[in-house]
């Protein structure tokens, strides 16, 4: 299959779910394989751009316009990071997340600018040809950098987990979950593979029923 054919896979959740352990473990698998070129990896881009806008926890509950242009810039960021990529890749995150976030810390209306936004137009139909996979919340490795918004209770991750859900529906995109109770990295991968071949079976699907129509479109032009 063609490098350019190979959907990409994302991996998304509620914070400390597990995500970049997937992540890491998935490319060191897919980078083992023959069957498929080596995919690249997307880091996560939320880190650097918290740093650079000196972002604090605090900022997300008492400083809106703050939280508005720092989403913004997680999603212009995770564009450019995508598109920079010259072959299929395993992304940390999503263009979702800055529209979870937002919802939950902004409000409906700011969703509806970053819906609008050309980061998240080229990406959606990206998202919607790809794997996407949810970590699911809560999960035991919850890690507190200081930075980032953590739960302060079960209640809260539960909420953000809910909202990931609901607004890749609202999206009108698939995802496969990856269980909390599933801890072990080499079942959490085996899930994400299964996910990503049951892609491909269907891209595959798709265009040999494509290339059926092409073929019986000629056959009709030619009568």
């Given amino acids: 299959m063609a490098v350019d054919e190979i959907p990409n896979i994302y991996i998304i ?31 996560e881009t939320a880190r650097p751009i918290l740093h650079k806008f000196s972002f604090r926890r605090e900022d997300y509950f008492g400083s809106p316009d703050k939280t508005s242009k720092l989403q913004s810039a997680i999603l212009e960021a995770q564009c450019r990071a995508e598109k920079s990529q010259n072959t299929w890749y395993i992304s940390d995150r999503s263009a979702i997340d800055p529209i979870v976030y937002s919802r939950i810390f902004v409000g409906d209306a700011d969703v509806d600018v970053q819906k609008a936004s050309a ?5 959606e139909p990206r998202m919607r040809a790809g794997t996407v996979l949810l970590c699911e919340a809560p ?5 507190d950098d200081g ?3 953590v739960p302060s209770a079960a209640e809260d991750w539960v909420l953000h987990d809910a909202m990931f859900r609901k607004e890749l529906s609202n999206a009108g995109l698939e995802y496969k979950i990856v269980p909390k109770e599933v801890t072990d990295i080499k079942d959490r991968v085996k899930i994400a593979v299964e ?12 265009r040999k029923k494509q290339s059926k129509v092409v073929v019986y479109l000629q056959s009709c032009t030619s009568l």
């Fill in 147 to 149: 930075i980032r918004w």
């Fill in 119 to 123: 980061s998240w137009k080229a990406l």
């Fill in 195 to 206: 996910a990503h071949a049951c892609k491909l079976a269907e891209l595959d699907q798709a």
């Fill in 13 to 43: 959740g509620a914070s400390s779910t597990g995500k970049t352990t997937l992540v890491n473990a998935l490319h060191e698998h897919y980078s083992q394989q023959t069957d498929l070129s080596p995919p690249a990896v997307v880091a």
């Fill in 139 to 143: 999960s035991p490795w919850l890690d």
